[in-house]
């Protein structure tokens, strides 16, 4: 149960994802947006988080506020995504309030046809062949608004799980390292599942809808309070001793000790007078145990864990605390990294493309290549309702991926005690990779609902794997290998938030580089197939990275 609660603020992300996939496109077009500038909208956020995000755990390493390293930013990031949540379905109306003209945008209107055309409420397709209404006017406060709401969304939700993750690992002690990615990953898949589900209830219908502003406020709604609960439930889960008292201590008594890592190696044993809270559970800067007696000494791995605020605080052995190492140096651990980082996050850029290609694309590949309809038919015409048609049905092939990756999170901790960590890692990305060539080969229906169910394992593999082996480098002070094989003690200090934000923000990347080559790859092959083969062949170069990763005894 402490792994749910902990974990809980990236189910409330996962909801909020599930709210922008389905609905950020048709409301970004709703107001105007054309296609070509909506991809550059999709790509202003991912070009802020590639260099943001680094510096964000640097700055968590770093921070010295009595809440701790990591809440202050799981909570500061939450913000945006609360601000985004807002503004997405409201920035039409706010651009209302702020000037733009409400009549002169309903009434200008091009009748280009005597049929009533009807806006399937979840997607809506645009292009200059599409025959429909379309506004003649601009307003620009509606698409700042709604344009500044999808980058804060995008942005603090994909930067909030650097933080949720690193929270997670400085909680748990190493050999709890599996079980607490596992559980994060299952919350992952849960969250997606469900705010999958919620989008496709229709919500116009019922009372709750027609009370909210209709079927896209009411999902955006539900999300934001589900989001504000998630993120609490974490936040209030298990306190963090700060930094400052650790460093205070080591300078008092004038030790210091050189080693690899400010996270993982920093108290041997700590002794605490702790009061007991939630059912008898205590929290000691870090591990999750239970109370036996009133003076607990418990084995220790990380200087910034939580404890409770109150806490009478005896350090009897502080031979590995170390002192806080200034800014340049973290930025200098981001830039010269080991090239065991630097495979983790090669590997890690290609299986996010991989999963980029499907998450963004797959629904218009459905449509198109599967059900064989036409986003520019004319509406109401059997080409357009068979593309809508595949939309919908692709939908419920992202939500099987989204159950596949929780329930295949259940088993992946055995899976690693049992073959090892390369080989669920290699395996899982090349499941994927067949997984997708067999979907874009077969191109039916019943692919599309089974093949998707690999999308949940690799989602599942990339969302634990990688710092699965970034916490296990740290917990070992080992970043690489000598001549003989034999794993090296660092000498270089290295932050393991740092770490993670570095490891993150190749999803950054993959989404901006997508953003720019996915439609010239698309016109060029002229089908949508080559979104799901492009998803294929970069997962299996994902696996072919992954066995040059250094696993160390995992």
């Known amino acids: 149960m402490e792994f749910v609660r902990i974990s809980a603020a990236v189910m409330g992300i996962e909801f909020s994802y599930a709210a922008e996939t389905a609905f950020v496109s048709p409301t970004l077009l709703k107001i105007g947006i054309d296609h070509q500038h909506m991809t550059l909208v999709w790509a202003l956020s991912p070009l802020i988080g590639f260099i943001a995000c680094p510096f964000l755990g640097s700055m968590s390493d770093r921070c010295n506020l009595n809440l701790g390293r990591r809440r202050p930013f799981i909570i500061l990031l939450s913000i945006g995504v609360i601000f985004g949540l807002l503004l997405i379905p409201n920035g039409e109306q706010l651009g209302y309030w702020f000037g733009d003209d409400y009549q002169e945008l309903h009434s200008s209107i091009i009748n280009v046809t005597n049929t009533s ?8 397709t645009a292009s200059q062949n599409e025959i429909h209404s379309v506004p003649q006017n601009k307003h620009p406060w509606g698409i700042f608004f709604t344009v500044l709401g999808t980058v804060l969304l995008d942005f603090d939700a994909d930067a909030c799980q650097s933080p949720a993750r690193a929270y997670l690992l400085d909680i748990c002690l190493p050999e709890d390292h599996v079980k607490g990615l596992s559980t994060f990953t299952i919350m992952a898949g849960l969250g997606g599942f469900m ?9 116009d219908t019922t009372i709750i809808g027609q009370k909210l502003g209709g079927h896209i406020k009411t999902v955006f709604t539900l999300v934001t309070f589900i989001f504000i609960f998630c993120v609490t439930l974490t936040i209030t889960s298990f306190k963090e001793i700060p930094l400052w008292v650790i460093a205070n201590y080591a300078n008092d008594k004038h030790q210091r000790v050189n080693t ?7 108290v041997n044993q700590l002794t ?32 910034t864990q939580d404890s409770l605020a109150s806490s009478k605080l005896n350090i009897n052995n502080t031979n590995n605390i170390q002192t806080v190492e200034n800014l340049s140096h973290y930025l200098y651990t981001i830039i010269y990294m080991p090239h065991s980082l630097r495979m983790i996050c090669l590997t890690n850029l290609f299986c996010w493309m991989a999963h980029v290609c499907y998450s963004l694309y797959f629904t218009d590949f459905v449509g198109e290549a599967v059900y064989m309809g036409d986003p520019k038919g004319l509406e109401g015409s059997n080409s357009q309702i068979k593309y809508e048609a595949g939309v919908r049905f692709g939908c419920w092939g992202m939500a099987m991926y989204s159950l596949s990756c929780a329930c ?5 901790e055995r899976l690693i005690k049992k073959l090892s960590a390369k080989v669920v890692y290699v395996g899982g990305l090349f499941f994927y990779s067949m997984g997708m060539a067999l979907m874009a080969l077969t191109r039916a229906k019943l692919s599309v609902i089974v093949f998707s169910w690999t999308a949940g394992v690799m989602y599942s593999t990339l969302f634990t794997m990688p710092y699965l082996l970034v916490a296990h480098y740290h917990s070992m002070g080992t970043f690489e290998l000598d001549g003989t094989g034999t794993p090296h003690l660092s000498s270089n200090t290295r932050g393991l938030g740092t770490d993670i934000a570095v490891v993150s923000s190749m999803v950054f990347l993959a989404q901006f580089i997508l953003s720019i080559c996915m439609g010239t790859i698309v016109r060029i092959s002229g089908t949508t197939t080559a979104v799901v083969g492009m998803a294929s062949f970069l997962s299996f170069c994902g696996a072919i990275a992954a066995t040059k990763i250094m696993y160390l005894d995992l």
Not at 117 to 124: D, E, K, P, Q, T
Not at 260 to 266: L, P, Q
């Open 195 to 203: 705010g999958y589900s919620m989008g496709a209830v229709d919500w």
């Open 272 to 303: 605490f007078n702790d009061e007991e809270v939630n059912d008898g559970r205590k929290c000691s800067n870090g591990s999750i145990t239970f109370k036996e007696k009133e003076e607990t000494v418990i084995n220790e791995t990380n200087i």
């Open 408 to 412: 295949y999170s259940l088993v992946i």
């Open 117 to 124: 055309l009807n806006m399937v409420s979840h997607r809506v």
């Open 260 to 266: 690899s890592n400010d996270d993982m190696e920093a």
